[in-house]
């Protein structure tokens, strides 16, 4: 069973502030993914990458940086939060032979006030 | 959007009933993902059906798939009260390494 762990689970912060989230797969997944759940819009995709030092553009970047310092390690950066980034954060991973099953962490809760 | 028009739906029945859900997406899909979400918890992979099938099955879940109609539908029989979820279908963008998510239906199985 493949692993993805993420933290903080849960985070506040105020708007303005500065905001790490962290995701770690012990599973040597090439692909990892970060994608923010909001209620009547689903799962939708901020960045990816398909190795380390690897970055690709999701479909809501605005806002948000990303980076994929090892294998293992994918890093969400929100550098100015703003209320709107209120979400739960889930961060991915897959294999590059089998890109078709995506592993999910537990989520992160970010509250910016 | 990938989708057509879709709000998150939520379902109520009763323990031991069946049940089937529905997707419809826009353009051309190499594959439909059925993903489950239980309350706190991340999504978790059910079932997929790649565009050359027609049905899938996997113990009390059944995927089928119509390409023509560009829809997907996930049915469960026999459902149990920890089924109770979010399920969520997800389809490929092709030539491209991710996946556009629905907006999901919540299902609630009463025991």
């Known amino acids: 069973e493949a692993a993805v762990t993420q933290s903080p689970r849960n985070k506040v912060t105020v708007t303005g502030g500065n905001v790490t989230l962290s995701c770690r797969q012990t599973?040597?997944?090439?692909?990892m993914y970060w994608y923010r759940q909001d209620t009547g819009h689903g799962l939708r995709l901020i960045h990816y990458?398909?190795?380390?030092?690897?970055?690709q553009i999701g479909d809501v970047p605005d806002g948000y940086k990303a980076t994929r310092t090892t294998q293992e390690d994918f890093f969400l950066l929100l550098e100015l939060a703003s209320p709107s980034q209120t979400s739960l954060y889930f961060c991915?991973?897959?294999?590059?032979?089998?890109?078709?099953?995506?592993?999910f962490g537990p989520g992160t809760r970010l509250l910016v006030l | 959007s990938q989708w057509g028009e879709e709000n998150l739906q939520a379902l109520s029945i009763q323990e031991g009933e069946d049940v089937t859900m529905n997707c419809s997406y826009k353009?051309?899909?190499?594959?439909v993902q059925w993903y489950r979400q239980k309350s706190g918890k991340g999504p978790a992979l059910i079932i997929l059906?790649?565009?050359?099938?027609r049905e899938k099955r996997s113990g009390r879940l059944r995927a089928t798939l119509d390409t023509s109609s560009q829809s997907s539908s996930l049915s469960i029989t026999g459902t149990l009260a920890t089924d109770t979820a979010v399920y969520f279908c997800?389809?490929?963008?092709?030539?491209?390494?991710?996946?556009?998510f629905g907006k999901g239906t919540s299902l609630t199985v009463i025991p």
């Open positions: 991915a991973s897959s294999d590059r032979d089998n890109q078709d099953t995506q592993y």
């Open positions: 599973n040597s997944h090439n692909y």
């Open positions: 990458s398909y190795g380390a030092g690897n970055l």
């Open positions: 353009t051309y899909t190499t594959v």
């Open positions: 059906i790649r565009s050359n099938e």
């Open positions: 997800a389809t490929d963008a092709t030539g491209y390494q991710n996946f556009y």
